[in-house]
């Protein structure tokens, strides 16, 4: 008998071998695309701290979203940015907001995209906190309310799927009264169930212009030193008919997100944010990695960790990879 009897390195000594017995593949139906959305028309505007992303107006978002559908990404989630703020975000539930715009826009031509609007205030507010401010605080069952009737405008300008982020409590239930009362149950609601107040964040606030004007969010998000927590959030969601759940961010959170998979009987999302994808474009920009290596061993880890799909500023880029890839290897 030769030694070592065991040698798991016979399934590694070429690429069709490795390609066989590979556990984990990523494929573009596992990505969904961020997107920003300003008022105005004809706008396509660079975010310095997302490189490659931009702020689109309403009649410019078709574009990049036939590009993402040709690359067989099946699903977009809008964020808007307002001309206008106030102390309560009303901007975000007016029929002509921005994001039901936009949201027209991309239902009217390229029916088959599946379209997510996030539900959160942060973006509307003149303070840049995620509900009603008062006192240094944000207060709980009053931005419930005003979440509500956001998501409803949402589904009533034709969103598939509304998207709450605020982590006020309850307000997925809430949120699913509201939109059956006005006869949209067909509206499925997905969570951002475990979200975690974290220093990844910082581009996309650049990116929606929402940083707190005093004070963090550690009030209402959650601490990012506990996992026990994500799961009862998540159980409490599924109680509250949440149709899918989230954890966010992704990177530094694998564990949490294999925590959840464990029991969640929901389709399980995860977001590779902002910072995650600011800091891929960062070390490639200067030469110290591989962006295209380094990005696909990302989105490889949080699929395996058990994301059922992935929310993504690589999403277009990743696709193409794929299928370079696939078509290379017929």
């Known amino acids: 008998m030769s030694f070592p009897f065991e040698r798991p ?127 240094g605080e944000v207060k709980n069952d009053a931005t419930v309310e005003l979440l509500a009737k956001q998501a409803v405008s949402f589904a009533q300008a034709g969103a598939d799927i509304v998207a709450p982020s605020d982590m006020m409590d309850g307000r997925v239930e809430e949120i699913r009264f509201a939109l059956d009362e006005e006869g949209l149950e067909r509206t499925a609601i997905l969570s951002y169930t475990a979200k975690y107040c974290s220093a990844f964040y910082g581009p996309f606030r650049d990116a929606a212009d929402s940083a707190p004007q005093e004070g963090d969010r550690s009030g209402y998000q959650m601490d990012p030193a506990n996992v026990r927590e994500a799961v009862r959030e998540v159980q409490l969601d599924i109680d509250e008919s949440a149709d899918m759940v989230m954890v966010k961010p992704a990177l530094a959170y694998l564990d949490v997100i294999s925590e959840v998979r464990q029991f969640a009987d929901r389709p399980l999302l995860a977001y590779n944010v902002s910072g995650e994808y600011a800091m891929v474009k960062a070390a490639a920009a200067n030469g110290w990695a591989d962006e295209k290596r380094m990005t696909m061993e990302i989105l490889t880890s949080i699929k395996r960790s058990g994301a059922d799909a992935i929310l993504t500023y690589h999403a277009i880029d990743a696709s193409r990879w794929i299928i370079e890839e696939l078509t290379n290897a017929g």
């Not at 490795?18 to 596992?30: G, K, W, Y």
């Not at 205030?121 to 303070?127: A, I, Q």
């Open 9 to 135: 390195r016979r399934l590694r000594k070429s690429v069709s071998l490795r390609n066989l017995v590979r556990e984990t593949r990523l494929h573009p139906h596992d990505f969904i695309l961020p997107l920003f959305v300003t008022t105005g028309k004809g706008k396509k505007e660079p975010i310095p701290t997302l490189p490659g992303c931009f702020r689109y107006s309403p009649d410019n978002l078709t574009e990049v979203v036939r590009e993402a559908e040709s690359l067989h990404v099946p699903a977009i989630i809008l964020f808007g940015i307002p001309d206008k703020k106030d102390s309560v975000g009303s901007e975000s539930w007016k029929p002509d907001s921005v994001v039901s715009q936009a949201i027209k826009a991309v239902k009217d031509s390229i029916g088959d995209m599946t379209v997510i609007a996030d539900v959160c205030l942060c973006e509307y507010t003149d303070h840049g906190h995620c509900g009603v401010y008062e006192n």
